[in-house]
């Protein structure tokens, strides 16, 4: 079966995945989670992509993305891998690829999943069973958007901010968000449509999307949940 062909459009956030190669790690100490902040730092900047969440996990990254073309995600992406890689394989005296293929990707409906989106992401620690809570995780966007902890990474996306009017309420409320643990169905959701290059969204999202490709979508394969996100 050809693989779904990724799609990025402007002003629309863009759930992405990338991979260790057959699932093993990709950071190895704490050296490494540095270095590859320093690398989405720099290649969102040259590329004009916003990052609204994130979680480095041992073996894989999510991130929750706004390009402001249809192209910049991809060189982002492209260059992080780039510099990334060679950071490792000089620093562990290894030759090889350490992504597994190409990032996996989801457009997102913003007003109906992008928080949901969120709230997997920094969740998934937790899932993982690597921390009891969200804020015990250092490698996320949690502390960001739940504590203030300033993170210069993060641009808010507009939901967020319109949560509370005032920071530390905005944070409470946030944080309260997380009292209640996604639903499994939910995590599939959002796992799948990321797996299959497939939006997460409602009809008349996916209506919208194929209208602003010309192109149609299809449907996503149904598969099995999946353990972890």
């Known amino acids: 079966m050809p693989r ?33 902040l320093q690398c989405l730092q720099h290649a969102k900047k040259r590329y004009t992509v916003e990052l609204h969440a994130y979680v480095l996990m041992t073996n894989h990254v999510h991130l929750l993305l706004t390009p402001s073309d249809a192209t910049g995600i991809s060189r982002m992406m492209a260059l992080i891998g780039k510099n990334y890689v060679m950071y490792i394989n000089k620093t562990y005296k290894r030759t090889g690829t350490l992504w597994e293929g190409r990032h996996k990707s989801s457009l997102v409906d913003e007003e ?4 949901q989106c ?65 639903f499994d169905s939910d995590v599939h959701e959002i796992s799948n449509a990321t797996q299959f290059n497939f939006p997460l969204g409602n009809n008349r999202f996916k209506e919208k999307i194929e209208e602003m490709t010309k192109r149609k979508l299809g449907y996503a394969s149904s598969g099995r949940p999946s353990k972890t996100g």
């Open 4 to 36: 779904r062909p990724r799609i990025y459009l402007p002003g629309i956030p863009a759930h992405i995945v990338q991979r260790g190669n057959n699932r093993e790690p990709c950071f190895y100490n704490f050296e490494d989670y540095r270095y590859y």
């Open 112 to 115: 109906n999943y992008l928080l």
């Open 118 to 182: 969120y709230k997997y992401i920094e969740l998934n620690p937790v899932r993982a069973a690597m921390v009891n809570s969200p804020d015990e995780y250092v490698w996320s966007s949690y502390q960001h958007h739940a504590w203030g902890k300033y993170n210069d990474l993060i641009s808010d996306h507009w939901l967020y901010t319109a949560l509370a009017k005032e920071q530390e309420e905005r944070q409470h409320v946030y944080r309260d968000l997380f009292k209640a643990e996604l």
